[in-house]
């Protein structure tokens, strides 16, 4: 028996069968199925972030199902959301897709979203589905400040400390070991293909009075860059302070690499780096990994600028 396809479902029977896999939340006052959804924003303003995940450049079908790629394109825009201090409370997404993708692809994409998003008690309120060559799904993420003040990149003063919740490396591992044609370790090849945020320590680190915080995705020394040029400072990193897990010591003693190049350059683990007035602000889940000076913008790592490239960009690759 043939497979249905997306083209022989149509873009309504698609949509109609995408929005029963999405729950509603109580921000939610209108879901989807109008002409755009109504969501509460209890606090008077809404936090708001899009990306998009583009097959492959992002993603591989031949590597991921679509449940995963669906929980990592949730993961990282909610990651956005916590980085800024506030609760996630919604996603729209855009899908791009052939013709010829079989709906259970789409509708496990669809449950992945959901899935995810359950993490953080947000759900998805609606978006669009359009005919593509190759799949592409486009995510705008909400949420609410729930009363704060936003933690944002520019922030940091000398004489913070810095300190990172969540783990690094482990997807640039995954990556290396998917891309050598292999599947294991499989927590590894799981942690390229589904990020784990550290969605709580957002918040933590707002009520503690962080300063300054980022969503480390495309490394950590040049989301650390980022962070330095919008305060106007030095962020100084030391690397005895960064861990550097035992799958990942693993991998890299297998490739004959250094594992600390993945967990200073490596992207998609969406930890998240934040600078704080003084060590007793620092709260739990949160490791400190370095301070802030005074100079002309950069980063240090050990006391000297980084030689090599400091992470991820999408069009020099």
């Known amino acids: 028996?043939?497979?249905?396809?997306?083209?022989?479902?149509?873009?309504?029977?698609?949509?109609?069968?995408?929005?029963?896999?999405?729950?509603?939340?109580?921000?939610v006052l209108l879901g989807p199925g109008d002409d755009a959804a109504?969501?509460?924003?209890?606090?008077?303003?809404?936090?708001?972030?899009?990306?998009?995940?583009?097959?492959?450049?992002?993603?591989?079908?031949?590597?991921?199902?679509?449940?995963?790629?669906?929980?990592?394109?949730?993961?990282?825009?909610?990651?956005?959301?916590?980085?800024?201090?506030?609760?996630?409370?919604?996603?729209?997404?855009?899908?791009?897709?052939?013709?010829?993708?079989?709906?259970?692809?789409?509708?496990?994409?669809?449950?992945?979203?959901?899935?995810?998003?359950?993490?953080v008690g947000a759900t998805v309120v609606g978006g669009d589905v359009v005919a593509a060559d190759r799949v592409t799904v486009a995510v705008t993420a909400l949420g609410d400040l729930e009363g704060r003040t936003p933690v944002t990149r520019s922030?940091?003063?000398?004489?913070?400390?810095?300190?990172?919740?969540?783990?690094?490396?482990?997807?640039?591992?995954?990556?290396?070991?998917?891309?050598?044609?292999?599947?294991?370790?499989?927590?590894?090849?799981?942690?390229?293909?589904?990020?784990?945020?550290?969605?709580?320590?957002?918040?933590?680190?707002?009520l503690a009075g962080a300063t300054a915080m980022i969503d480390v995705s495309d490394g950590l020394v040049q989301d650390a860059g980022h962070l330095a040029a919008a305060s106007g400072v030095v962020l100084s990193l030391r690397t005895t302070a960064l861990e550097i897990g035992a799958p990942v010591a693993e991998a890299a003693a297998a490739f004959n690499v250094d594992p600390l190049g993945w967990v200073l350059t490596g992207g998609e683990d969406h930890a998240l780096l934040a600078t704080f007035p003084s060590v007793a602000a620092v709260p739990d889940g949160f490791a400190i990994v370095g301070e802030v000076l005074a100079g002309e913008p950069a980063v240090l790592v050990d006391g000297s600028a980084y030689s090599g490239t400091g992470g991820f960009d999408h069009y020099r690759g």
């Open 155 to 206: 922030g940091a003063q000398p004489g913070d400390v810095v300190a990172l919740a969540g783990r690094l490396g482990w997807s640039a591992a995954g990556l290396a070991v998917l891309g050598r044609g292999f599947r294991s370790p499989r927590v590894l090849a799981d942690a390229h293909r589904v990020p784990e945020p550290p969605y709580a320590a957002g918040t933590a680190a707002a």
């Open 38 to 119: 109504v969501v509460a924003a209890p606090d008077g303003r809404v936090v708001a972030s899009t990306d998009l995940l583009v097959e492959g450049r992002h993603f591989r079908r031949d590597w991921s199902s679509a449940v995963e790629v669906g929980r990592k394109a949730a993961a990282q825009n909610l990651a956005d959301i916590v980085a800024m201090g506030a609760r996630p409370t919604a996603l729209l997404v855009g899908l791009g897709a052939p013709a010829d993708l079989p709906v259970a692809w789409a509708l496990d994409l669809a449950d992945g979203l959901a899935a995810e998003c359950a993490v």
């Open 1 to 27: 028996m043939t497979e249905p396809t997306l083209g022989g479902l149509g873009e309504h029977g698609l949509i109609a069968a995408l929005r029963g896999r999405f729950p509603v939340t109580p921000v």
